[in-house]
C-alpha cells in the first residue's frame, strides 16, 4: 500500500469524522475512528531491537518488539505484521 495515499486518507477521515460529528452523526464520525486507526496500522513502525540468540558469536537472530503493544518477535520470523496488532513493521536498523 502506497505510504502516501494511506496518509491523504487519513487525513480525509480525520475531516470527514469532524463534519459528521458536527452534523450529529456520532455513528459515521466513529466509523471513520475506526477506519483512521485500521489504516494508521498499515504505516510502519520501527521495531525496538533488545537481546537476540548467539552461537559462538555469530548472531542467528535478534529479538525486537512491536511499538504499539510490545509483543515480542524474532527477526528470523520475518514478519510484516504483528500478530498481536496487527502493525505493519519496519524491520530496518538505519535512522531515515
Known sequence: ??????REAI???KELSIQM?????SGA???????IEALEKQLPMKVE???GFSNN????????KCPDCDRWHSSRD??????KCGRKLDWS???E
Open 1 to 6: 500500500m502506497d505510504e502516501k495515499k494511506v
Open 11 to 13: 487525513e480525509d477521515f
Open 21 to 25: 460529528r458536527e452534523r450529529g452523526f
Open 29 to 35: 464520525s466513529k466509523h471513520c475512528d475506526l477506519a
Open 49 to 51: 531491537y533488545e537481546g
Open 57 to 64: 558469536g555469530f548472531t542467528r537472530y535478534r529479538m525486537a
Open 78 to 83: 520475518e514478519i510484516i505484521y504483528c500478530s
Open 93 to 95: 536498523e538505519e535512522d
